[in-house]
């Protein structure tokens, strides 16, 4: 077998330089015939890589997922049913604010109630029966009504002298929704802080879907509950005066509440890296410490979140406060007195009222009220965590 002969510098004429007697190192070299350059640079020069043609270049560039028809129509219908759904939301939104425009255009007039005052209940023709007394004066006296008709400290829209004030409606709402926060927060987060830290396997399983289960139940049915029971052993063990009150209320809100507060808020204590819960268990935390230092901070937006969801649904429920609140339109500071709230008057008298008037268009402004705290309670949501606070943890 021979051995390969290793090529000599050669010059560009093709003669030997005089430099190829011995390599570099010393070493001698074997004369060899010269190569011509072109060959030389030939077989320097390593060989191309065959190259794909054109068309399957192309073919390969161009090639794309094909889309199924099945694919396009689920993409539409969900495109569609998300469309229709904001055009009603902005119709009723129009049509509530609509009807409640004009008491602020000077149309609207406050008219006392027609009632026959000192007439008695007669069957029959009786002539010795008195006669009914007429005032005159009062179906002339129409006062236009005024934006300050709405901060008076008396609700009686049905009456000879006609009040509107929304400032009881108000306070009674208020009142009801925070003490249903101040019940449910706790009881939800720290529920939602033992089941995704402390609880095993097999009671996760089953206590979750048990607390999710209260936000199925129909509020009609929670009311009841609360009217028919609840009123009567608060009475009892705390000893106040009146049975239906803002207290009640509460406690049967908090009952709706819980649920809410507790999925939002086990959402976002699961949420939390468990790099940084294996971090403090590493530098001797305990796991409760690792829990409501290192956890608990980090979860505060989402459970940030869990709260405003919950006043906004304490806030505009209706039902429970209606059959559990006693719906006295009192402007007291006191938990344990009769209230009313926005949303109760509205389900309490929509259906009694003149269509038109402007018991019908305070009415409406009371359900505008109420979307406009819950649209705001939901931007403040919207913003403030995202933000303010997940920058804030993210350390941006």
Partial sequence: MSTPVPLRPVAADGKDNGKGAAHKNGAPSVPSSPVAPESQAQAASPA?????????????????????????AIEKSIQGVAFVSLIFIALIFVFIFREAFPLFTGKATITPAQTDVGASETYGEDP???????HPELEQRQVPFKARHLLVKDWQPVSLDPKYGIMPLLLGSLKVTLIALLLAGPIGI????????????????????????????????????????????????????????AFVGGVAMALAVIPIIYTVSEDALN??????????????????????????????????????????????????????????????????????????TIGAEMAEVVFGDVHYRVLFFLGSLL??????????AEFFVRARLLKQFKGA
């Fill in 48 to 72: 191309p890589a065959p190259r794909a043609s054109d068309s399957s270049t192309r073919k390969v560039l161009n090639m794309k997922k094909p889309m199924r028809l099945g694919e396009i």
């Fill in 128 to 134: 010795g029966a008195p006669m009914a007394v007429e």
């Fill in 190 to 245: 720290f529920a939602a802080l033992y089941t995704s830290n402390f609880a095993p396997k097999w009671s996760r399983e089953f206590m979750k879907p048990i607390i999710e289960i209260l936000a199925g139940f129909p509020s009609v049915v929670v009311g009841f509950f609360a009217l028919v029971i609840m009123a009567t052993i608060l009475q009892n063990l705390f000893g106040y005066q009146y049975r239906l009150n």
């Fill in 271 to 344: 949420a939390v890296p468990k790099v940084m819960t294996e971090a403090s268990l590493a530098l001797g935390a305990t796991k409760w410490e690792t829990a409501l230092f290192v956890v608990l901070p980090s979860a505060t937006p989402g459970i940030f979140a869990a709260v405003i969801l919950g006043f906004g649904r304490a806030f505009g429920e209706t039902m429970i406060v209606l059959m559990a609140t006693g719906n006295a339109a009192l402007l007291s500071p006191s938990l344990v007195d009769p209230v009313r709230t926005l949303s109760a």
């Fill in 371 to 380: 979307f406009v705290i819950s649209f705001g309670l939901n931007a403040i």
